[in-house]
């Protein structure tokens, strides 16, 4: 079975919770400016992030720590200028709507799909890892294959400036939301939002070369999403297609993956040094080393850039210029095994360093202003409404100082 993400086997996966204790939330003040985008109005937190880490690391020297937890099948996560970090969540998959009749669904085992309006999740998360809720007013979906699996929501969140963009991944018709496509979007101040581009139109109205039919999601499953030079890039793993956004809604092709390298259910984006970076998570069954990193330039010219990963899901590079790369399983298998993700560095000479072992699932990772990563750990499966979590990854070599 090729499938795109994550809930094949689900089912039968005891996914063990790493904390159960509950942390407060707290309310932070915005308003709205004159296009009702989401304005930052709360204190820089920067500085703060940097302190509480180098003291957390003098006390307990730790390299992986929970940070936040109570999150419903966290993906993509970003900070904000301000020294926030903003999770997208796939939410709860509670909805309970068929559009069976209405339009082309995704194929059995996958699908059909179960939708609602409600039930995405954007949360914000301060240096304390006081988690606080943006809008659980979007989309949220689940996948036919088992009871609660393949939850989809937003995919991911990012910034231009102090406004807050998403990326739904859960909507569209094909995922039983058929009054909201899957789309871009603006966030405004109380969690209201508006559409910024319609990307499940445009996905249908523009098919790649060699889509994978066996689990074809004709809404897409937009995974990532990045800020560069204040438009917007959003990778999309079913269809295999790197997409061009701008905040004024155009839409465009930078390319079609699908087409020099088949379906390889490209996933993690990154920017570094004029070039794009992506990993791909490889169609299932799991084997260990089947994944690569790519180079895409901004003329949309692909090429592998680092092979022998597995179930690529986040990547990210650091102001030297080392490369870190999420793996969210790494034994084989026909679906994800908890437990076995790590993240490797990878630096200029190529070589590898396991910097964290036995993630749990993990979905997405981003750098925070202290130097550390944050993970989303518990990011699918059936702990994952409401035991979804942020993990604080140090990354210092060996031999470091404090």
Known sequence: MKRFFLGQMAAVIAIALFLTSCKKTTTDVVTANADNAYQLQEKDETALWIDNATATEKKNHETVRIFAT???????????PNGRLYVAEGGTGAGTYSSIGQCDQVPFPVGPYLG???GGRISKINWKGERTTVTDQLPSSHANEIIGGDVEGVGDVTFIGNTLYAVLAGAGCSHGVPSIP????????NGQWTTVANLSDWLKAH???????????????????????????????????????TTAG?????????????????TALTW?????????????????????????TPAGNVSVFATGFTTVLGVAIDKNG????????????????????????????????????????????????????????VGFGPAAIGGGQILQVSVKKHGDDD
Not at 219 to 224: E, V
Not at 274 to 284: K, V
Not at 288 to 293: A, E, H, K, T
């Open 116 to 118: 609602g309006t409600t």
């Open 322 to 377: 080392n490369l870190y790369v999420l793996e969210n399983t790494t034994v084989s298998g026909m679906g994800p095994t908890p437990n076995t993700g790590k993240i490797i560095r990878v630096d200029h000479s190529g070589n590898r360093e396991e910097i964290a072992t036995g993630l749990n699932l993990p979905t997405a990772m981003t750098f925070g202003p202290d130097g550390k990563l944050y993970v989303s750990n």
């Open 250 to 266: 155009a839409i465009s092709r930078v390319a079609d993956i699908s087409a020099s390298q088949g379906h390889i259910v490209p």
């Open 182 to 189: 899957n789309q871009v979007i603006k966030v405004g101040w």
């Open 70 to 80: 109570g999150l419903n099948n966290p993906r993509g996560l970003k900070f904000s």
């Open 207 to 245: 098919p790649v070369q060699n889509p994978e039919e066996d689990d074809f999601e004709p809404d897409g499953t937009p995974y990532s999403m990045i800020d560069v030079n204040n438009n917007l890039y959003i990778m999309e793993p079913n269809h295999g297609d790197f997409i061009k956004v």
């Open 272 to 296: 570094y040094h004029g070039n794009f970076y992506s990993g791909n998570l490889h169609p299932f069954p799991v084997v260990p080393g089947s994944s690569s990193i790519y180079k895409i």
